[in-house]
C-alpha cells in the first residue's frame, strides 16, 4: 500500500542547511557562499540516486542537473528549481537572522524559504517519498539553476539553446509559484512577459533660478511627469497608444478583498480600475506599466532651481497572447508622441521577453492537477495566472515545443518573497511534495 507521508523534521534539516547559504548571484563578496550552496545541491541529488552533473554556464553560475534514466519507453520528466536567492538587505530589519530558518507562528522564516529553497526542499522529499513506494519507470531530470534571480546573463537560457538535448523531457514542472492561498491547489497557467523602458528627458542646457525663469522655462521632471500621467487613464488603467488594454480573465477569481490583503493595500486606498475591471483582469490578462525609479533632483538636495533633467525607469509588463517586443515599440512611440513642449527624449528599451501560457486540460498538466487535489482533499483545482516573468519558460516552450509544462509551488501570498521575514507554510512544501511524488508514481501508466 502507498504511504506517502511527508517527514516534516527530514525537510526541516534540508531547508535549513539550504538557507543558511546566503546564496545570491553576482555578488563577489558572497561568491563562497554560492558555491556552497551550489555543492549543498549536488551532493543532496547524489544522495536522492541521480547522476550529477554540474554545467557551467556563461554567468559563471552552474546549472546542477540530476538524471534518473527512463525504463524502457516510459516517458521523461524534469522538475526545476534554484539555488540563488535575492539579497537579504539589512539583516537587523528581520525578526530573526534571514540565514537560520526559523519557526514562529507555525511558518519558517529565512531568506529562500520559500523562493526557491523551499521549491528545492520540496522536490527532495517528493524523491524520497518516490523512493519509499516502489520507486518509477519514468526518466526524471532534476534542474536546479544558480542564477535565476538578478544578476545573470541568461546563462541556463542559454546552456538549453547550446545542448538542448540536456533538458529534453515530455513534462516539466516548474516550482517557482505557488497556491493562491494556504490549503488551495493551484496551478498557474499564463505568466506576463515585459521589458524594461528607462526615460530621459532633457529641456535646459542646466539648471537655472526658479524665481527668475519658473513659470516660463520647461522644467524636465514636470515634462516627465506628464508623459509617465499619460500612460494612465482618469481610472488609473494602464492605457498605450495602439494597444489593446482591456482584456477580460477567463480562468479563477482573484477576489478584491483578497488583493488588497495580499498587496498590502491600505484601507480608504482605492483599487485601480472600474468596478468593472477585476484585479485578475489587471494583473493577468493586461498589459501594466509601473515607474519604478525616478530621479530629478533628490528632495535632501533641492534648492531654488527648475529641472534640466529628469529619468524614469519603466517596468513594463505584457500578458500571454501579445507580443512582447511590439507592445514595447507601441509604448516608445506613445512616450514620443506624448512628450510636452518639444522636450528632448531618449528611450532605452532593455530585458525584453515574452509572456507565457500553458494548457491545463492537457494530460500531464491535468493529473498533476488531479495529484494537487488529490494532496490537499480538495474537491476543485484553483487556475490562476502571474503578473511575474519566469523567461526560462519561453525557452523551454521554445526548443520542446511538445513538451507539456506546468507551474506550481510553495509561494502562496503570505510567504512575502523577496522581501524582509520571507517564510515559507511547511504544510505546503509537505502536501505539494505528496502531490509531486503521486504524480510522479502514476503519471504515463
Known amino acids: 500500500m502507498t504511504d506517502f507521508t511527508p517527514d516534516r523534521s527530514r525537510i526541516f534539516s534540508d531547508l535549513a ?187 535646459l542646457e542646466g539648471a537655472i533660478h526658479s524665481g527668475s525663469f519658473g513659470g516660463a522655462a520647461p522644467d524636465a521632471a514636470h515634462a516627465l511627469v506628464r508623459i509617465a500621467d499619460s500612460l494612465f487613464d482618469e481610472h488609473g488603467r494602464t492605457t498605450i497608444d495602439g494597444v489593446d488594454t482591456t482584456t477580460k480573465w477567463s480562468g479563477d477569481a482573484y477576489e478584491r478583498d483578497t488583493f488588497r490583503t495580499d498587496a498590502g493595500v491600505l484601507d480608504g486606498v482605492q483599487l485601480l480600475g472600474t468596478v468593472e475591471d477585476e484585479p485578475a483582469d489587471m494583473c493577468w490578462a493586461r498589459p501594466a506599466v509601473t515607474m519604478i525609479g525616478f530621479t530629478s533632483t533628490p528632495v535632501a538636495k533641492a534648492v531654488n532651481a527648475v529641472n534640466p533633467r529628469a529619468e524614469a525607469q519603466f517596468n513594463l509588463r505584457v500578458p500571454a497572447g501579445q507580443n512582447a517586443a511590439e507592445v514595447a515599440q507601441k509604448m516608445v512611440e506613445h512616450i514620443h508622441a506624448h512628450t510636452p513642449w518639444g522636450a528632448k527624449v531618449d528611450v532605452e528599451v532593455s530585458g525584453i521577453n515574452e509572456p507565457f501560457a500553458t494548457d491545463p ?27 511575474g516573468s519566469i523567461p526560462l519558460t519561453i525557452t523551454l516552450q521554445e526548443q520542446f515545443p511538445e513538451a507539456e509544462i506546468a507551474l506550481f509551488g510553495v509561494e502562496e501570498p503570505a510567504c512575502g518573497i523577496h522581501g524582509v521575514d520571507e517564510s515559507v507554510d511547511p504544510t505546503e512544501i509537505e502536501r505539494i511534495a505528496v502531490a509531486e511524488a503521486r504524480f510522479l508514481q502514476t503519471y504515463g501508466k
Open 361 to 387: 486540460e492537457r494530460p500531464g498538466v491535468a493529473k498533476l492537477g488531479e495529484c494537487l487535489r488529490e494532496a490537499y482533499g480538495a474537491e476543485t483545482l484553483t487556475v490562476v495566472g502571474s503578473g
Open 17 to 203: 542547511a539550504l538557507v543558511s547559504f546566503n546564496s545570491p548571484h553576482s555578488t563577489p563578496e558572497l561568491a563562497d557562499e554560492h558555491e556552497a550552496a551550489c555543492a549543498w545541491t549536488v551532493a543532496a541529488l547524489e544522495k536522492a540516486g541521480l547522476k550529477v552533473t554540474r554545467y557551467p554556464t556563461v554567468d559563471d553560475a552552474d546549472t546542477v542537473v540530476g538524471v534518473k534514466e527512463p525504463v524502457g519507453d516510459a516517458p521523461t520528466v524534469l522538475l526545476y528549481s534554484h539555488y540563488d536567492v535575492v539579497p537579504a538587505g539589512d539583516p537587523a530589519a528581520w525578526t530573526s537572522d534571514p540565514f537560520e530558518l526559523t519557526e514562529r507562528d507555525g511558518r519558517w522564516y529565512g531568506r529562500g524559504a520559500a523562493d526557491c529553497k523551499g521549491n528545492l526542499a520540496m522536490h527532495l522529499e517528493a524523491l524520497r517519498l518516490l523512493e519509499q513506494n516502489g520507486g518509477t519507470d519514468l526518466g526524471l531530470k532534476v534542474v536546479v539553476e544558480g542564477s535565476e534571480e538578478l544578476g545573470g546573463e541568461d546563462g541556463l537560457v542559454k546552456l538549453i539553446e547550446s545542448d538542448p538535448e540536456i533538458f529534453r523531457a515530455d513534462v516539466i514542472l516548474i516550482a517557482d509559484s505557488g497556491n493562491a492561498a494556504v490549503g488551495e491547489p493551484t496551478l498557474t497557467t499564463s505568466l506576463r512577459g515585459g521589458a524594461q523602458i528607462k526615460v530621459t528627458v532633457e529641456t
